[in-house]
């Protein structure tokens, strides 16, 4: 039963999500097209960059708690946790924006991007010769000031929120990953490639990964909503993923 331990973590993680996707409230399975084509994106370029710090060993696997399907370095669930867990957050974000969309996309985020982008930037400063504190607070700093200044989406508010919430459920699965509650680790990490600021057993760098997986995964899903990847639009023409679609008259 231990072969599973990842694998049933991950899943439940994501069963709540999925089953009430077809709550015809909320219908988010009707935007599956976009979460879809988003994730896909989002996999390839994260799975990418899992392949190779797996190699150098930045990070690993304990054998003891997967199924022993592999590509490359990575086991089977771990391809999973790049679909599983962003569709759990994206259902969640869809949620939060039915419940106060209008309210979210008033909100100036600008001081939480500048604040949280100035810290990571200093902080990869000084760790440059951490790979994974350095790689992974260089491009969530990245990302936010392309999302604050450049694109400056409606959604950034939704966003923010969505992922303070979703620290909840991630304290949970991502402490069980790392060792909480387990005789060994699911996921271990070279030491001397993390700051070594752990909350419980997560190392504080996971908190960030998690942000930038997440925001990417809305980023890409929004796009494709307002391309039309969708059974559904959106009334007005306005990339809002937390309303409730209406059909498509032909």
């Given at each position: 039963?231990?072969?599973?331990?990842?694998?049933?973590?991950?899943?439940?993680?994501?069963?709540?999500?999925?089953?009430?996707?077809?709550h015809?409230?909320?219908?988010?399975?009707?935007?599956?097209?976009?979460?879809?084509?988003?994730?896909?994106?989002?996999?390839?370029?994260?799975?990418?960059?899992?392949v190779?710090?797996?190699?150098?060993?930045v990070?690993?696997?304990?054998?003891?708690?997967?199924?022993?399907?592999?590509?490359?370095e990575?086991p089977?669930?771990?391809?999973?946790f790049?679909?599983?867990?962003?569709?759990?957050?994206?259902?969640?974000?869809?949620?939060?924006?039915?419940?106060?969309?209008?309210?979210?996309?008033?909100?100036?985020?600008?001081?939480?991007?500048?604040?949280?982008?100035?810290?990571?930037?200093?902080?990869?400063?000084?760790?440059?010769?951490?790979?994974?504190?350095?790689?992974t607070?260089?491009l969530?700093?990245?990302?936010l000031?392309?999302?604050?200044?450049?694109?400056?989406?409606?959604?950034?508010?939704?966003?923010?929120?969505?992922?303070?919430?979703m620290?909840?459920?991630?304290?949970?699965?991502?402490?069980?990953?790392?060792?909480?509650?387990?005789?060994?680790?699911?996921v271990?990490?070279?030491?001397?490639?993390?700051m070594n600021?752990?909350?419980?057993?997560?190392?504080?760098?996971?908190?960030?990964?998690?942000?930038?997986?997440?925001?990417?995964?809305?980023?890409?899903y929004?796009?494709?909503?307002?391309?039309?990847?969708?059974?559904?639009?959106?009334?007005?023409?306005?990339?809002?993923?937390?309303?409730?679609?209406?059909?498509t008259?032909?």
């Open positions: 039963m231990e072969k599973f331990t990842y694998l049933l973590v991950i899943t439940a993680g994501v069963l709540v999500p999925f089953l009430f996707s077809f015809p409230r909320l219908r988010f399975w009707n935007n599956i097209r976009s979460f879809f084509y988003g994730n896909l994106i989002t996999s390839i370029l994260f799975i990418s960059w899992d190779y710090f797996t190699s150098i060993k990070w690993g696997f304990n054998d003891r708690y997967v199924i022993g399907a592999f590509f490359k990575l089977l669930e771990e391809i999973l790049f679909i599983f867990i962003p569709y759990a957050c994206l259902f969640s974000y869809h949620c939060f924006g039915i419940w106060k969309g209008k309210e979210f996309s008033k909100f100036n985020t600008s001081r939480i991007t500048i604040i949280l982008s100035a810290s990571l930037f200093v902080l990869a400063a000084v760790n440059l010769d951490r790979a994974y504190t350095a790689v607070f260089i969530l700093a990245d990302f000031i392309f999302l604050q200044f450049i694109t400056r989406p409606p959604w950034l508010g939704q966003f923010y929120f969505t992922y303070l919430i620290l909840i459920p991630f304290f949970i699965i991502n402490g069980i990953l790392t060792g909480t509650g387990l005789a060994e680790p699911v271990w990490y070279d030491a001397g490639e993390i600021v752990r909350i419980l057993t997560i190392p504080v760098e996971d908190v960030f990964y998690g942000m930038l997986l997440t925001g990417l995964n809305i980023f890409f929004e796009y494709f909503l307002k391309s039309g990847y969708s059974a559904f639009t959106i009334k007005n023409d306005q990339p809002f993923a937390g309303k409730v679609r209406t059909e008259e032909n």
